[in-house]
């Protein structure tokens, strides 16, 4: 047991149980920071999935558009010879709500990508016409277009600008012209 006793006492001469030996900082384990394109990675990654599907439903769109007429005769052979007529004139009725509605969208985008090119140009934000040309495209996408093409100004103006009352213009300026949209 004295010589336990012993080994103990020698153990702990040598490695002392109080902390660091005097001289050594400690360590502390700091992160890394995030660089910028992992940042715009977590940002941009959970809106390319939804966006590249919209932009498939689109071209599937105009392609069918495209081939109207390949398109009704394949519909006619499937649904045979004896609705020949009333097939053709819903198929042609179809085209054409169908047209007139994707022109009637056009126009309100465009209208509304001009509106939003020329409001962030009075409000300084750097390239105005790249803002509207992006909101008339995104505005097809229902409900969250809008405001997936306002994120980008909206960032934007906080990197520009030293205020809080830029960004919040820029994101005054995308709900009045969406309210506005829906008003009309």
């Known amino acids: 047991l004295d010589a336990v006793d012993r080994l103990t006492a020698q153990i702990e001469r040598l490695s002392p149980v109080t902390g660091l030996p005097a001289g050594v900082p400690p360590v ?3 992160p890394p920071r995030a660089s910028l394109l992992e940042i715009a990675r977590d940002v941009v ?7 590249g599907w919209a932009l498939a439903v689109m071209v599937l769109v105009a392609f069918m558009l495209l ?3 390949d398109l009704r005769e394949r519909l006619i052979r499937l649904l045979g ?11 042609d009725d179809a085209a054409a709500r169908v047209s007139r509605y994707l022109l009637s969208q056009l126009l309100i985008n465009s209208l509304t990508g001009i509106w939003v090119g020329i409001g962030l140009a009075l409000l300084n934000v750097p390239n105005p016409g790249l803002w509207g040309a992006l909101t008339l495209v995104l505005r097809f996408i229902p ?3 809008i405001w997936a093409a306002g994120a980008m100004p909206f960032a934007l103006s906080f990197a520009a600008f030293n205020d809080l009352a830029h960004p ?5 300026l995308y709900g009045s012209v ?3 949209n829906y008003a009309v």
């Open 67 to 69: 081939r109207l007429p």
């Open 178 to 180: 969406e309210l506005f």
């Open 45 to 51: 990654g959970p809106l390319v999935k939804p966006l």
């Open 143 to 145: 409900y969250v277009g």
């Open 168 to 172: 919040l213009l820029v994101l005054g």
């Open 81 to 91: 010879p004896r609705n020949l007529q009333a097939t053709t004139a819903a198929l």
């Open 28 to 30: 502390e384990l700091v």
